[in-house]
């Protein structure tokens, strides 16, 4: 599926929310097998399912494209992301009548918690007003993109603000 | 499906043979969507099919995994490979109980003809004699990847000897 023009907006929380403490929670292990320039190539698994993502921002054409693995293929191309994963659980939760997803990180970057916001239009984005528990916005932070973390661990708080 | 150990030579043709003027011949796109270190995407098209596949050469993990593309998901994809785009159309035939895929290159690459023979290992790769019309040789020879050829066009004859 096309996803089109993601908008979106991107916060670091200082913890978990205590709405989502029970909340359902997906395990998702991310690894990407090839990043060049504007394009990324990721496998991302849950327990439910596997999937190939190809995504490419900047400039004019933004493309998202995902692919259904099965598992032995998967597990093929898993190898090749070594060096460049990240392991974190997603919760959901509705804010102002939007979903946010909240990413709790596990491993190198076990600590970080980042909530995600999706927009239909710029507008409804400019226009969030984000809670105060939000913390920090690190919309568009290179920094804070999956495929740095995968990369580089987490920010050091110096180059983040 | 997975091809292991891929093990061919690959030989630049002075000229089509004559056997195969009138063989059946398959018209290919391939445009290529991450190139990255020793990892590429690309995206193949035939009149028949599009395909995507991941190889990674090179090291102890070889891999080479290929996931049938829908349409749509096609035309999207091939978006994102402007610029590093080939055009050819195979022909295979027979040498010495062997099968060779003879690829005549259009478009950047016009007049560009190259034979690939895959073998099963490296002993029955040492051990075959290539007819005098294979002409030379260029196993192994960055400048004649695909990728390579994809991004930079024609070798140079003075690069290639």
Chains 1, 2 share one sequence.
Do not use: C
């Not at 089109?4 to 991310?30: D, M, N, S, Y």
């Not at 698994?45 to 054409?61: M, Y």
């Not at 919760?91 to 997803?101: K, N, Q, Y």
């Amino acid at each position: 599926m096309p996803i089109g023009t993601e908008i979106e907006r991107k916060f670091v929380l200082g913890e978990l929310p205590q709405a989502l403490a029970f909340a359902r929670r997906t395990a998702i292990l991310q690894g990407y097998l090839a990043l060049d320039g504007d394009t990324e190539v990721r496998v991302r698994r849950t327990p439910a399912a596997a999937k190939l993502t190809i995504k490419h921002g900047g400039g004019e054409v933004r493309v998202e494209e995902e692919i259904a693995l099965g598992t032995r293929q998967a597990d093929a191309l898993w190898e090749l992301t070594e060096g460049r994963r990240l392991q974190k659980t997603r919760r959901t939760m509705r804010v102002d009548g939007l979903e946010v997803s909240v990413d709790q990180y596990f491993g190198e970057l076990d600590g970080l918690i980042v909530a995600e916001v999706e927009f239909d239009d710029e507008q409804a984005a400019r226009s969030f007003m984000p809670p105060a528990w939000f913390g920090r916005e690190v919309t568009g932070q290179a920094a804070y993109a999956n495929r740095t973390l995968s990369v580089h661990g987490l920010p050091q708080e110096g180059r983040a603000g």
